[in-house]
């Protein structure tokens, strides 16, 4: 009876390692694409700001994203602003041409 006991005692304590192994596995992999997309992010801020600094605009109304991004405390130190941004401004600008 004990035998038997342990073994179902230690068939349960294996599954139950083999899905904090599987867990972690899982959230290494998440970890290792959030590492890359904000390394990707993190190059592209760096392009833009280069691009900024070199006078070379990311469209007509680059200055004034960028200075209004710096008067309300909202630059990311990318010359088009953060990604909400970019959409917002591209629904307006649709918006607008519709109308």
Known sequence: MTLSSNVV???VQEAS???QIAATTRLLE???QLT???RGQQTF???ANS???AGIGTGPDAGHITSTAKATGTDTGRAD???GQVARRRAEKR???SN
């Open 9 to 11: 005692v230690t068939a």
């Open 17 to 19: 390692l083999r899905g």
């Open 30 to 32: 998440l970890q290792q």
């Open 36 to 38: 890359e997309t904000v």
């Open 45 to 47: 801020g760096l392009r």
């Open 51 to 53: 691009m900024r600094s």
């Open 81 to 83: 602003g953060t990604p």
């Open 95 to 97: 918006f607008n041409s």
